[in-house]
Every structure is written in C-alpha cells, then in structure tokens.
Nanobody
C-alpha cells in the first residue's frame, strides 16, 4: 500500500507556472507507475500525465503536451509536475496517482486556480 500527499497548488495568473509535488510513503515507490489527473468544477476527472516506474517513459494528454513536464525521483519517493504557460482551463483539483498491478492509489488532491 502507498500513501500520496500532494503539494504546490495555488493561485496563478494566466501564463504563469506552478510546480506540483507528490510525496509517497513506503519503500517500494519504484514499483509504481505514477501519474497526475485533474478535475475541473462540474467536469469529470481527466488524465494529465504519467511516468513509468524507471522514469524512462512519459505520457501526456494533448491538452498539456509541450507545457507540462512530469518527473520522478525514486531515491526521494517523489513525483513532480512542472506546469508552464498555465491557462484558465487548467484550473482544477490535481490528484497524484500510483499504479501497481492494475490498482490505482489516489492522493487527496491539491487545488490549482489560474486567473485570466
């Protein structure tokens, strides 16, 4: 089992940047594929980005490709999401996920608000 705690959310103006972090508990962090999802008000939760266990492969939704970068540090049990060129449509609660053998763990989420 793994516990996930997100941080780094906040209020930023359009065009600005934020860096989200997700700290994971446990000694088996490198066994988990990690990812980020988000949920905007009144909308369904959607995939944002993911990274393989070794960090060698990354995946992005079309809406954030080229603006967001996911990374991980297996020595520190940490996964990050660097978000640049933020737009109001990026507003939402961002959730960190950890996936292993088809089971996905979720963090509590961190709010990101982008003002126009």
């Amino acid at each position: 089992q793994v516990q996930l705690v997100e941080s780094g959310g906040g209020l930023v103006q359009a065009g600005g940047s934020l860096r989200l972090s997700c700290a994971a508990s446990g000694r088996t962090f490198s066994m988990y594929g990690m990812g980020w999802f988000r949920q905007a008000p009144g909308k369904e939760r959607e995939f944002v980005a993911a990274i393989s266990r070794s960090g060698g492969k990354t995946y992005y939704s079309d809406s954030v490709k080229g603006r967001f970068t996911i990374s991980r540090d297996n020595a520190k049990n940490l996964v990050s999401l660097q978000m640049n060129s933020l737009q109001p449509e990026d507003t939402g609660v961002y959730y960190c996920t950890a996936t292993h053998i088809g089971y996905k763990y979720w963090g509590q989420g961190t709010q990101v608000t982008v003002s126009s």
